[in-house]
């Protein structure tokens, strides 16, 4: 109403232009993501909740380190000193 696009036409389309971003790209960039949340969509499906569960946590990397520390007596040992 104010008439201000046609001013500013040029830096909106510039801005526009930067923001766009390559969906191929995205796939690429994010696919160990994409993988996790399809992988936890086909077992809920097939396993419902339980599935979904065991499937979270056979990838979840906390229960790794907490797996890695139990394993190694002298990690566990040192955490437990005051």
């Given at each position: 109403?104010?008439?201000?696009?046609e001013?500013?036409?040029s830096e909106l389309?510039?801005i526009?232009?930067?923001?766009?971003?390559?969906?191929?790209?995205?796939?690429?960039t994010?696919?160990?993501?994409?993988?996790?949340?399809?992988?936890?969509?086909?077992?809920?499906?097939?396993?419902k909740?339980?599935g979904r569960?065991?499937?979270?946590?056979?990838?979840?990397p906390?229960?790794?380190?907490?797996?890695?520390?139990?394993?190694n007596?002298?990690?566990?040992?040192?955490?437990?000193?005051p």
């Amino acid at each position: 109403e104010e008439k201000y696009h046609e001013s500013i036409h040029s830096e909106l389309m510039a801005i526009q232009q930067k923001l766009a971003h390559n969906k191929d790209n995205d796939l690429i960039t994010f696919r160990p993501e994409i993988e996790m949340l399809l992988k936890n969509e086909i077992v809920g499906r097939f396993y419902k909740q339980k599935g979904r569960i065991i499937s979270a946590l056979n990838d979840d990397p906390e229960i790794d380190h907490a797996l890695e520390v139990f394993n190694n007596s002298a990690s566990y040992k040192a955490l437990l000193q005051p």
